[in-house]
C-alpha cells in the first residue's frame, strides 16, 4: 500500500544520505593524504634549493636539512595516515557517549511499589505521552478491562496503539491518572510489531526480566 511504500522510500533515502556523506568523507580524506603526501616530496626542495643555489649553504647541509625534514615528517604524518581509524574511533566513542547519556536520563522505578492492584485492569483518567513527556498520544483515558473481556483496538498507523499497550504492560510511565492491575496474572504480554530479544539463551527469553534460575520443569510446565 501507499503507506508502507512511503515509510520503505523514507528508509530508503535515509540508507542513500548516509551512504551519499560517507563516500564524500571518504573522498576528503583521500584528497587530503594525497595532497599531504606529494606535498612532503618537493617541499624540502622548493624550500632548500635556493640557498643551495646561492651558495649559502653546501649540498652537504642540504642532505642534513632534507634528512631532518623527513625525520619531522614521518613522526606526524602517523596522524594523517591514521586519520580513518582516527575517524573510526571518534565515532565509535561518540556513539557510546550518546548511548551513556540517554540510559541516565532513565528513571527505574520499583514495580511491585509503583503498580497499584484491582480485580481488573482499570485505566482511569490516563494522558498517555511518550516516555519523556514531550508529546500527548492520547488524552482523557477511562477503561476497565476484566478476565471475560475481550478488546479490539484499531488505528490508523502511528495514532498510538502499540504505545496504548506499552502504557498497560508498565513499559510506558503515565504521567496523569492511574492504571490498577489485577494482581492474580499481574505480568501482561503483549506481542508488539517488531518483539524484543534480549542477548541470551531461550530459558532467560522466556523468564526475563524475572529471575533466570527457574527450573526447566517450571518452565516446561508454563510453555505446555
Not at 7 to 16: G, H, P
Not at 95 to 113: A, G, S, V, W
Not at 129 to 144: D, S
Not at 168 to 182: A, E, F, Q, R
Request: hydrophobic share 35%; glycine share 4%.
Amino acid at each position: 500500500e501507499k503507506l508502507e511504500q512511503n515509510e520503505i522510500m523514507r528508509r530508503f533515502r535515509k540508507v542513500l544520505d548516509n551512504f551519499d556523506d560517507l563516500i564524500q568523507w571518504r573522498v576528503l580524506i583521500q584528497v587530503l593524504k594525497r595532497c599531504y603526501r606529494y606535498t612532503n616530496i618537493f617541499l624540502p626542495y622548493f624550500v632548500i634549493a635556493p640557498f643551495v643555489l646561492d651558495g649559502t649553504i653546501d649540498y652537504g647541509s642540504y642532505v642534513q636539512a632534507r634528512f631532518a625534514f623527513y625525520m619531522v615528517e614521518d613522526s606526524v604524518s602517523v596522524l594523517i595516515t591514521n586519520i580513518e581509524d582516527l575517524a573510526h574511533f571518534y565515532s565509535g566513542v561518540s556513539r557510546l557517549e550518546d548511548f551513556q547519556r540517554e540510559i541516565k536520563l532513565l528513571k527505574y522505578t520499583d514495580e511491585d511499589t509503583e503498580r497499584k492492584y484491582s480485580q481488573s485492569i482499570n485505566i482511569m483518567n490516563v494522558d498517555l505521552k511518550t516516555p519523556k513527556g514531550e508529546q500527548t498520544i492520547l488524552k482523557n483515558i477511562t477503561l476497565e478491562i476484566t478476565s471475560d473481556t475481550r478488546l479490539l483496538v484499531q488505528g490508523r498507523s502511528g495514532s498510538g496503539k502499540t504505545s496504548f499497550l506499552r502504557m498497560i504492560c508498565g513499559l510506558w510511565p503515565t504521567h496523569t491518572g492511574t492504571v490498577l492491575y489485577p494482581k492474580e496474572g499481574k505480568d501482561i504480554l503483549f506481542l508488539p510489531q517488531k518483539p524484543y530479544m534480549i542477548l541470551g539463551s531461550l530459558k532467560e527469553q522466556i523468564t526475563y526480566p524475572k529471575n533466570h534460575n527457574a527450573s526447566d520443569t517450571l518452565i516446561r510446565s508454563t510453555l505446555d
